[in-house]
């Protein structure tokens, strides 16, 4: 045990309470960027009317200047996928049938576009606007597309 005590390297422990301190310090000092998403059209599938209440308000805050539309059935979504253009795809997994449904089968095909697959249950806007955790949940919806990949 001494010997290992003896070997301890000052610098080492050094660099690391350094690195420690920025990552705290990033964080604490964590400012979000604000993007524009006013290109987005976002179609939510969610069956419980509070977690679809949720969730809009929560991506909404987020997602700024997006266009939002939130069903409540399956064949609802499907009458969106013929009625307008959808860049991305909002559902919960957790929701049984939601994985093998036709809904997702369609949007999976669907040119140009993104399937985000969250968990609604625990969706509060006080607790998405923490930094870290908006940051995170805003990554899943950023994506790089041109314009012509939308379904026409």
């Not at 957790?94 to 969706?123: C, H, Q, W």
């Not at 806007?125 to 923490?130: A, K, N, S």
């Not at 950023?142 to 990949?149: F, K, L, T």
Request: glycine letters at 4%; hydrophobic letters at 40%; proline letters at 3%.
């Amino acid at each position: 045990m001494a010997k290992e005590i003896d070997n301890f390297d000052d610098e080492e422990m050094d660099e690391a309470n350094g690195a420690m301190l920025d990552a705290l310090n990033a964080e604490e000092n964590f400012v979000p960027q604000v993007r524009d998403y006013s290109d987005r059209r976002i179609l939510i599938w969610e069956e419980d009317d509070v977690r679809r209440e949720a969730c809009l308000e929560v991506l909404s805050d987020l997602l700024v200047g997006a266009y939002f539309k939130a069903v409540r059935t399956e064949e609802e979504a499907l009458q969106q996928l013929e009625e307008d253009d959808w860049d991305t795809f909002v559902v919960d997994f957790y929701t049984e049938g939601v994985s093998v449904s036709d809904f997702i089968k369609r949007v999976n095909n669907y040119p140009g576009s993104i399937l985000v697959a969250i968990n609604m249950g625990p969706l509060t806007l006080p607790e998405e606007r923490e930094p870290a955790k908006a940051e995170n949940l805003r990554r899943l919806f950023d994506i790089e597309r041109a314009s012509s990949q939308i379904h026409a």
